[in-house]
């Protein structure tokens, strides 16, 4: 019954379910009491969002009736290559979290997003640079020179 069209609504409704098992344990400081808003306001509201999205994509699938084997042309299905293609994201992950403070955000942006196309499959270098150069410098204006926001220059060129 828990197909690939359900398995990730399910998955999301466990974490949205945990996060508002977590949201409503915020402690809410004494001067928040009576207030409209406060610090546990947005994550109970995300929370009961995200549930309720859940729900609403498990009940479309439901509805729809989709069949345990999709026989829809250009449906994928979850195999070997593409197991290993997630793995391979994570450690990209892992690797990109690692040396962050070492190269700094610029440099190991630009490196983990073109790696990260690779791995998905994209080959054309045009394609990797402007996937990858332009929204990380536009990016970081905006983080640093807009908003004023720290992130890491990197150690590796100080």
Do not use: H
């Not at 999709?70 to 994201?89: F, M, N, P, V, Y």
């Amino acid at each position: 019954m828990l197909n690939r069209e359900l398995l990730g609504p399910v998955l999301f409704l466990i974490l949205f379910s945990l996060y508002a098992v977590s949201a409503w344990q915020i402690p809410i400081m004494p001067f928040e009491e009576y207030e409209a808003v406060n610090s546990a306001t947005l994550p109970k509201v995300y929370a009961l969002i995200g549930i309720v999205v859940c729900l609403l994509s498990i009940a479309a699938t439901l509805f729809k009736g989709v069949p345990a084997l999709d026989k829809r042309e250009g449906a994928e299905t979850i195999s070997k290559a593409t197991i290993a293609q997630c793995a391979a994201l994570i450690v990209l992950m892992l690797i990109y979290s690692s040396v962050l403070e070492e190269f700094g955000f610029i440099v190991s942006t630009i490196l983990f997003l073109g790696c990260g196309f690779l791995i998905m499959g994209e080959r054309r270098k045009q394609i990797l640079l402007l996937a990858s150069v332009p929204v990380v410098i536009v990016f970081w204006a905006i983080m640093t020179q807009l908003l004023g926001i720290y992130l890491v220059p990197g150690e590796f060129w100080s």
